[in-house]
């Protein structure tokens, strides 16, 4: 069973989840919060690093794994290290690069990923 579609949806979740009274409306909104650097377009570095957000908090003892130790997990789920977390949200940053320029723009992040 593929997992990787269901730990991106996991990282949304979380990387939403924090400031869920405060959540972006818009894929312009969405761009606006992820666009460390104010060009309007997201580079991998912005995405891996918005999108890490959730897993970091969740983290609790800071150790780069997210398991019983940080709380409790669904029975039957294994540990999920933020290298690996952090590799699939490059491959999912690249399978929302529709164009290929290395960037996102509002339009790439409200497409769902191929």
């Known amino acids: 069973m593929n997992r990787r579609p269901y730990v ?14 405060d959540l972006p409306r818009t ?16 580079d991998e570095a912005e995405y891996v690093r918005y999108m890490s957000q959730g897993f970091l908090r969740m983290d609790i003892n800071g150790d780069g794994v997210l398991d ?3 709380g409790p997990m669904r029975p039957g789920a294994r540990p999920v290290r933020l290298d690996a977390f952090q590799r699939d949200l490059i491959r999912q940053f690249h399978r929302l690069d529709r164009n290929g320029d290395g960037y996102l723009d509002a339009r790439e992040l409200s497409q769902p990923p191929r």
């Open 8 to 21: 991106f949806a996991a990282g949304l979740f979380l990387a939403l989840a924090a400031s869920a009274q």
């Open 27 to 42: 894929p312009a909104d969405y761009l606006r919060r992820m666009d460390a650097n104010g060009d309007g377009r997201i």
């Open 68 to 70: 019983a130790n940080d």
